[in-house]
């Protein structure tokens, strides 16, 4: 089982909804809604009914990070009052996960019926690969050829969620996937989120940086369960190749979603 292969959470998880939310993401809705697409794949393979809620907006980091506290708390509001059922939260991104689990609390603290409100709601947020390892127990035949990738795991979601255990424990499930470790594999790509256009030239230089030691691991893509990091790995290699005169892509990138539902379903291969 996929439990026994990662340290235990002092979390308690609940047995598998029949039901849950899915909060898609701005990076997801507006670059990539593959990833969107294929976790609700995931999930309703599982018997779960998935609950998308027009409504939603953003999780309010940009606003948060960036020293606005009364427009995060207005972007936030709005999350706690359209998820009213008690289903659990699934966010394919530990960065907009850790935002609505950790700092929703803190930004409600002046408000005591707020706060307990956005209490609750953050016990209901789970990151997709917490989830699926935690929650659905995911176990599925890795259908795909053998291929090397390497993973990257978000700051927030490494150091806020813990996902980096949970994507690499299902990375390791699939048979025929060979995850290779990259240099200084805790360092951030540079995305930052508003920070990348802050300071254009710092996130330059990082995310060269990172893209030369995925580059060095020997991988042939990079999986990532934040589109943000995503986009902005698989963005500076772009350019590079663009300015090598490559056709092809050196350093295709997925979402975690869309990598597990390709290796693991018919109507994928």
Not at 40 to 62: A, D, N, W
Not at 204 to 220: L, Q, R
Request: hydrophobic letters at 40%.
């Amino acid at each position: 089982m996929l439990t026994e292969s990662i340290t235990p959470s002092a979390r308690r998880y609940p047995p598998k909804p029949a039901h849950v939310y899915l909060f898609s993401t701005c990076l997801i809705d507006q670059f990539t809604p593959q990833a969107g697409l294929d976790t609700v794949r995931l999930l309703e393979r599982e018997g779960i009914t998935v609950h998308y809620l027009e409504q939603q907006t953003c999780c309010g980091q940009p606003a948060h990070s960036s020293g606005f506290p009364e427009e995060a708390r207005a972007v936030a509001l709005q999350q706690l009052n359209i998820f009213t059922e008690s289903w659990p939260i699934v966010v394919p991104s530990g960065s907009c996960g850790g935002m609505m689990r950790l700092h929703y609390p803190h930004l409600f603290a002046a408000d005591p019926v707020l706060q307990a409100r956005a209490t609750a709601l953050a016990e209901r947020v789970y990151e997709l690969s917490e989830f699926l390892v935690h929650v659905v127990n995911f176990n599925h035949e890795d259908l795909g050829d053998l291929c090397t990738v390497a993973l990257h795991t978000s700051c927030h979601a490494r150091r806020e969620m813990g996902a980096h255990e949970t994507s690499e424990a299902l990375l390791d499930s699939l048979a025929q996937v060979n995850v290779v470790q990259q240099a200084r594999i805790e360092e951030c790509c540079g995305f930052g989120g508003t920070f990348a256009m802050r300071y254009p030239d710092i996130s330059e230089a990082i995310v060269t940086d990172k893209v030369s030691s995925i580059k060095d691991s020997g991988a042939e893509c990079v999986v990532s369960a934040d589109c943000g990091c995503l986009l902005n790995i698989t963005g500076r290699s772009a350019k590079q190749d663009e300015v090598a005169g490559l056709k092809t892509a050196s350093l295709p990138g997925e979402h975690l979603a869309s990598f597990l539902w390709k290796r693991t379903s018919a109507q994928g291969t």
